[in-house]
């Protein structure tokens, strides 16, 4: 058995890991000129800056992968724990350091407001059950039927999902700061904290029991890992190798791919990396669409977008106040996500994500060097902003703000920059609307109603990914390939 598989995103690698283990034979076709999809590397001047993912949760979800090949992921890639798990600014700099430890996540709490502690307690013990049906039962099966979804909804309505992720923690937490700090997950994987399913409060306990790791060399390193695997494996990977079209043989099946150079090349089944809108809506010509056509992508919701900057300084900063993963919230936090997900506007304010890897290592950056990205949500491009003017003006704003409040002098010693923006998204990593996330994880766009992981329009046509159940996240894209792997050998319903 063949099957090809488009792009090289971790939900891509993760599927052609798998099967190769069970050996079946794999080719993936990547546009760009490395591996990786969304966690593409960056080098530049002796810098290397991880394009995306920097947050890794459920490591055994890669152990497993190895595991399944008779390897030992330590072989290939080396992680380690990061502690805290996050350093969380308000808008007057003042820090909560957020780690798996029970008793110093009390004596945080005890800063802001000691009553809201024994709530939290509550809030923690809740989020067991949610993770175990959320994550366990339901990430790594597949939605296909209506009546899949039936099943659950007696569980979700007690485990109060129509309630967003803000609604459920306020119930326990009373400060507006810390309602915001227990909170913030969805927007890891691109939903809004005040209209993703409560369900995503299960990301607390998997970080509670899991905690939060950092690969050595960066993300990137856990490609090269996967790739190395893959290709033991005897799996191929064609780098430089943009698919045009996905081809259709007429019986409700796909038999093979044509490159933009014109060669085809077929298989018995194709696994699509690539997001789920661009997929459908560019790789397959409409008359064979007749569920998922162009009007279904373009009535769903999609995910925000991302502005980010990646630099490197000639000076250290491990003087500062920061973390490896540090967030720096604005003075607003609903108003600031109503702007990005509803008003579609850029606002004169920002939250930030800042990632600073040459804390844990320094190999990243030249000795005696610092390496960071610093990454601001903002809308996708149903918005009217013209990011080929403002992203220059967005950028420097972002970089004098770090340097008045956290990076003293930062500009003057900047060695190495780039960034990418919403245009970036949508040209580079062929993401409809330039959304980062692809689909946003709301109640209604998520299990059964979010884009299924097997086609219900070709039966040997498979989705993994962002775009796909369950959604986002490393832990969600790694799942998203075990899915494929089950409908492909026979082993999913």
Do not use: C
């Not at 995103?9 to 990547?30: D, K, S």
């Amino acid at each position: 058995m063949k099957v090809i598989i488009i792009g090289s995103g971790f939900g891509g690698l993760g599927a052609a890991a798998r099967l190769a283990a069970r050996g079946v034979e794999v080719e993936i076709f990547e546009k760009r000129d490395k591996p990786g999809g969304r966690a593409y590397v960056y080098e530049i001047n002796g810098f290397k800056f991880d394009g995306g993912p920097t947050v890794i949760t459920a490591p055994w979800m890669f152990d497993e992968i190895f595991t399944l090949a008779g390897k030992k992921r330590e072989d290939y890639v080396k992680f380690v724990p990061v502690n805290p798990f996050y350093r969380i600014f308000d808008h007057e700099g003042k820090q909560f350091d957020y780690n798996n430890d029970h008793e110093f996540i009390l004596k945080e709490i005890e800063k802001w407001n000691p009553e809201d502690k024994a709530g939290y307690e509550r809030f923690i013990q809740t989020t067991k059950p949610i993770f175990q049906k959320g994550f366990v039962e339901l990430a790594s099966e597949p939605f296909l039927h209506l009546q899949d979804m039936l099943k659950i909804v007696p569980d979700l309505i007690k485990l109060q999902s129509y309630k967003s992720v803000y609604q459920y923690v306020s119930q326990f937490v009373k400060h507006p700061f810390l309602r915001t700090v227990f909170s913030f997950h969805p927007l890891l994987v691109g939903g809004n904290p005040f209209e993703v399913t409560s369900i995503y409060a299960m990301i607390h306990y998997l970080e509670r029991e899991w905690g939060v790791w950092y690969a050595m060399g960066g993300t990137g390193a856990i490609v090269d890992a996967m790739v190395r695997l893959i290709e033991e494996l005897g799996g191929k990977i064609h780098l430089n190798s943009e698919v045009e079209e996905i081809l259709v043989s007429g019986d409700r099946r796909v038999n093979g791919i044509r490159l933009r150079d014109g060669s085809v090349h077929t298989a018995d089944a194709i696994i699509s990396n690539a997001e789920v809108a661009w997929t459908y809506r560019n790789l397959i010509p409409a008359r064979y669409r007749k569920v998922n056509t162009n009007i279904r992508y373009e009535r769903m919701r999609y995910s925000m977008s991302l502005f980010v900057i990646y630099f490197g300084t000639r000076r250290r900063y491990l003087d500062s106040r920061l973390a490896h993963h540090n967030i720096i919230l604005s003075s607003r936090y609903k108003g600031l996500l109503d702007d990005i997900f509803h008003r579609k506007v850029l606002a004169d304010d920002f939250s930030l994500y800042l990632h600073m890897p040459t804390i844990t290592d320094p190999s990243m950056a030249p000795e005696g060097y610092e390496s960071f990205y610093v990454l601001s949500p903002v809308p996708h491009l149903e918005s009217d902003v013209d990011w080929r003017k403002v992203a220059p003006v967005y950028k420097d704003r972002i970089l004098q703000f770090l340097e008045e409040h956290y990076l003293p002098d930062l500009r003057a010693n900047i060695v190495a920059e780039h960034y990418i923006d919403p245009l970036h998204f949508e040209n580079t990593l062929n993401s409809f609307r330039g959304a980062a996330f692809s689909v946003e994880p709301i109640l209604t766009q998520s299990a059964w109603f979010r884009p299924h992981n097997q086609s219900e329009d070709f039966e040997n046509l498979y989705f993994v990914g962002a775009g796909t159940h369950p959604g986002a996240g490393l832990p969600g894209v790694l799942s998203s390939s075990i899915i494929a792997e089950k409908l492909i050998l026979g082993r999913g319903s």
